[in-house]
């Protein structure tokens, strides 16, 4: 079955920075639309950042503009999330997601694939 693989969360203080990496397990994904999602207790998950399988034009929410950087290397089937600048409301469970439509898509729907998520908590 195919896996993604969230690292890279933690606890970190307002105006740090952290690294999340997915890992996805089948060669086949290195071509998929890859995404990143966050879920904050008591919201809906809403999308972070999301890149098309050659990395051009990445899209990111409004909210993490400027401060997050979407990236992959699909020779290593990885896809990253470099967050910089972070604030208190970053904190979130944050998703790796995963489709085979060559757009991507911006809400839940639109991705078949999800990693177990990595906490990444922000303080103040």
């Known amino acids: 079955q195919v896996q993604l693989v969230e690292s890279g969360g933690g606890l970190v203080q307002a105006g740090g920075s952290l690294r999340l990496s997915c890992a996805a397990s089948?060669?086949?994904?290195?071509?998929?639309?890859k995404a990143w999602f966050r879920q904050a207790p008591g919201k809906e998950r809403e999308i972070v950042a999301a890149?098309?399988?050659?990395?051009?034009?990445?899209y990111y929410g409004d909210s993490v503009k400027g401060r997050f950087t979407i990236s992959r290397d699909n020779s290593k089937n990885t896809v990253y999330l470099q967050m910089d600048s972070l604030k208190p409301e970053d904190t979130a469970v944050y998703y790796c997601?995963?489709?085979?439509?060559?757009?991507?898509?911006?809400?839940?729907?639109?991705?078949?694939?999800w990693g177990q998520g990595t906490q990444v908590t922000v303080s103040s």
């Open positions: 997601a995963a489709d085979s439509r060559a757009l991507p898509a911006m809400t839940v729907r639109g991705y078949g694939y």
């Open positions: 089948e060669r086949t994904f290195s071509s998929y639309t």
């Open positions: 890149i098309k399988w050659r990395g051009d034009n990445p």
